[in-house]
């Protein structure tokens, strides 16, 4: 599916063109009738001979109504660009052509309009300086084709020419995340709010789950529509006609953009491109009340020049940009930029990084998923994908990673790890990355949560500590001169149990277990501390804490001034 939008200088025919194509007329206000003005979008299809559905955006001429212009192109494949030829080309003629160069716009026909009341030579004329001035842009080998509405003189040629242009025109591409930049909202009797767009970079469904931004407010898709019919799923590049549960019609505006908010990330600040129109008469600079136009809305945005302190008309350049509200974005977003104070279209270009970190005296922006990677060393990359578009494969478990830093990161591990000595480096104290790239080490191991040399002696095996412990299970020695990192170490493995301060042998705590047991046959009823304290030959310093265990792992349960038997009680 493709959808074309007119453009052209004011009154020069597109909506009477677009009725004589498609018999609807996109004026819908009755100012619009009463002053044969357009002055906001319209929409019309239709089919042409080869079958092929066409959606049409009708888009004001006037210079007044620019902005509304902004909104229904900046989504479409291609362009019916409309000179008449009783006027010839006009200002708003080159702004609209120079507003399509900047969104990237690559496809159009030419309709040379109202050759009816105009004579051979004017015709010719006009036609002669079509050529001349869209020479060097994208409709220089675009066929120019003389039309006349009311009498249907050409329309079967421009027919056929929009044939071949949609034939031409690239076919939008499914990436699985769509977003649908909403250029109208209002509430359809029986059915609740419906918001039209243009829908890019996914499909759409009925029941599917979506966000409005910037907003946020959840919605559901209830049925789609598309050239007055419905349809159980869209594809990208239809014209859609969405109802949507969960919000009213007054909470939506042209501008606000359809999404699956956790697959976009929402820019508040980008870097971009910036190419300023040769026909400015000043420099461009950060000074200014710069508006951004991208989708369909108008944004006024704060801007700074990356490098020099202002670009001269022709250039190109780079820039950030600060943005009112967050918008989900991706490199290759393109857009126009007018500066209101003049009331004139600076320039334009393609978002590039939709998530600066460097600073913008650093910045050095472009299209390069390597260069995000590199900027942050490693990323998740769901992440990337959010951030560039991209889909890749992990390079370190769900992280794509600079191999740079990689390199880096495996030698500070080695240099770590020779430091650490025969315990080698607990695990748990690096960061999420470096215990991935742990893996990576090719002469060292991991093992019970410690990253080892791969030729270590582990240095605690037969602890002597451990031997004490063991020799007077019920009256531990206290940990003096025990290295306390080999003391946590031998509790994080289980070797040695604390227990209010209370370093046991892990055989101590069995050997108690079995004691209650044995103290519970001779009185059912229940032992007292005093009883256990006897039994096992200490003091009530080590016999509370062993028994306060007990409790705590199910062996015993406490009952007034008694141990009973609980679920994990042994054997005798």
């Not at 049925?223 to 239809?238: C, F, Q, T, W």
């Not at 980008?270 to 136009?293: E, F, K, T």
Request: hydrophobic share 40%; net charge negative; aromatic share 4%.
């Amino acid at each position: 599916m493709h959808v074309v939008a007119t453009a052209g200088h004011v009154d020069h025919g597109k909506s009477t063109l677009v009725e004589a194509l498609t018999g609807t007329d996109p004026d819908r206000f009755a100012e619009e009738k009463a002053r044969g003005l357009t002055i906001d979008l319209g929409f019309a299809t239709t089919t042409l001979p080869s079958g092929a559905p066409l959606s049409l955006v009708d888009v004001p001429g006037h210079v007044r109504f620019l902005k509304n212009m902004l909104a229904g192109v900046g989504a479409v494949d291609a362009c019916l660009f409309v000179v008449a030829a009783t006027e010839g080309w006009k200002p708003q003629s080159e702004e609209h052509l120079r507003i399509l160069e900047l969104l990237g716009i690559r496809h159009g026909v030419v309709a040379l309009t109202k050759v009816g009341p105009a004579d051979d030579d004017l015709v010719e004329l006009a036609h002669l300086e079509v050529e001349e001035r869209v020479a060097d842009t994208f409709l220089a080998d675009a066929p120019v084709v003389c039309t006349d509405a009311p009498t249907g003189v050409g329309l079967d040629e421009l027919r056929a020419a929009l044939d071949d242009l949609l034939a031409a025109a690239p076919t939008a591409v499914d990436h699985g995340r769509p977003r649908l930049w909403i250029d109208r909202s209002f509430s359809a009797r029986g059915a609740g709010t419906v918001v039209t767009g243009t829908l890019a970079s996914g499909s759409l469904a009925v029941d599917d789950e979506l966000s409005v931004h910037p907003s946020g407010v959840p919605v559901r898709v209830r049925s789609l529509e598309n050239h007055h019919a419905g349809h159980e799923r869209l594809p990208p590049g239809s014209r859609c006609a969405v109802n949507l549960v969960g919000v009213a019609h007054d909470e939506v505006v042209r501008g606000d953009v359809l999404v699956r908010t956790d697959q976009w990330h929402h820019a508040s600040v980008v870097d971009a491109s910036l190419r300023v129109l040769d026909r400015l008469d000043h420099p461009v600079s950060r000074r200014g009340a710069h508006v951004l136009y991208l989708g369909s809305g108008e944004h006024p945005v704060r801007m700074r020049i990356l490098g020099p302190d202002a670009l001269e008309p022709g250039a190109e350049g780079l820039v950030r940009i600060h943005l009112p509200r967050p918008l989900p974005l991706l490199p290759g977003d393109r857009f126009v930029l007018r500066e209101s104070g003049r009331a004139e279209t600076v320039g334009g270009g393609e978002v590039l990084d939709v998530d600066p970190v460097e600073r913008a005296s650093r910045a050095a922006p472009n299209r390069s998923v390597d260069r995000v990677v590199r900027e942050r060393g490693w990323i998740d990359v769901g992440d990337l994908e959010r951030l560039t578009g991209e889909r890749r494969d992990p390079d370190l478990g769900g992280w794509a990673v600079d191999p740079e830093i990689l390199h880096r990161t495996l030698e500070e591990l080695r240099s770590a790890l020779d430091e650490a000595g025969p315990m080698g480096l607990d695990l748990a104290s690096l960061d999420p990355f470096r215990r991935a790239a742990a893996d990576l080490l090719g002469d060292a191991v991991v093992d019970a949560g410690r990253l080892l040399p791969d030729d270590a002696v582990d240095p605690l095996a037969d602890h002597p500590f451990v031997a004490a412990l063991a020799a007077t299970p019920f009256v531990p020695p206290d940990p003096d001169g025990v290295d306390r990192g080999e003391l946590r170490e031998l509790v994080r493995r289980g070797d040695v149990v604390e227990v209010e301060g209370i370093f046991y042998a892990k055989s101590a705590i069995a050997e108690a277990g079995r004691l209650a047991a044995r103290l519970l046959a001779e009185a059912p009823d229940g032992f007292t501390v005093s009883a256990f304290r006897e039994a096992a030959g200490n003091t009530r310093k080590h016999a509370m804490p062993l028994l306060s265990h007990l409790d705590g792992t199910g062996v015993t349960r406490r009952r007034g001034d008694v141990r009973i038997a609980g679920p994990r009680l042994p054997a005798a």
